[in-house]
C-alpha cells in the first residue's frame, strides 16, 4: 500500500514537472485550450501506464512531447475535412528540395513594442498563432516549435512537400500582419 503511494507522488510530481510543456504543445496545434486540455489528459494516461519505465528515463521530455504531438495531430486529423481541399493547392512557383520558404519582413510600425518582456512577446505570439487557419498553423508549430524537417511535416500530415512549404511562407506572413497590427516587430521577437 505504501508502495502504491509513493508511486502516486511521483507520478504526480512527474506530472507537474511535464504539464505546461504537454499543454502549449497541444495548444499551439489545436490553437484551442480545451482540445489542448483533452489532449493533455490523454498523454498523461498513457505516461501513467508508462511510468515504470519514464520514471527513471532522461528521455521522459522527449517521450511526452512526442507523445503530445502525435496525439495531437490524430486528434487533428479526425476533424480536418477541409484539408484534401487544400493539399490539392500548389505554390506557383516550385521550390527546390531543401529550400527554405522566405522569411516574413516584418514592418515597423509607429508604435514599436520594444519594452515589451519575453513573457508578454510569448503571449502575443501564441495567441496570434491561433488566429491562423489550422492548415497553416499546424505546420508552421511542426516545424519552428517542433523542429520537424519539411518532408516528415508532409509525410506526417499526408500533404505535398509544396502544399507544406507554402502553407509555413503563408503563414509566416499572416502572423507577420498580425502581430504588426498590434505593434510587434521583427527586432521584439529576436530579444
Known sequence: MQTQLTAAAEFVTFMHAYQDMVFSTAARLTGNDAQAEDIAQEVFLRAY?????????????????????????NHLSRYRKRWRFFSELRADTEEGDGAEAPEAAFPTPDTAAAELDATAR??????????????????????????????????????????????????????????????????????
Request: net charge positive.
Open 122 to 191: 510569448h503571449r502575443l505570439i501564441e495567441n496570434a498563432l491561433r488566429e491562423l487557419p489550422e492548415h497553416q498553423r499546424v505546420p508552421l508549430v511542426l516545424y519552428h516549435f517542433e523542429e520537424m524537417a519539411y518532408q516528415d511535416i508532409a509525410t506526417e500530415l499526408r500533404v505535398s512537400l509544396p502544399k507544406v512549404k507554402t502553407d509555413i511562407q503563408r503563414a509566416r506572413l499572416a502572423l507577420a500582419r498580425i502581430l504588426s497590427r498590434r505593434g510587434l516587430v521583427r527586432e521584439d521577437l529576436e530579444q
Open 49 to 73: 501506464e508508462n511510468f515504470t519505465m519514464l520514471r527513471s528515463s532522461s528521455t521522459a521530455g522527449g517521450w511526452l512531447k512526442t507523445v503530445a504531438t502525435r496525439l495531437t495531430l
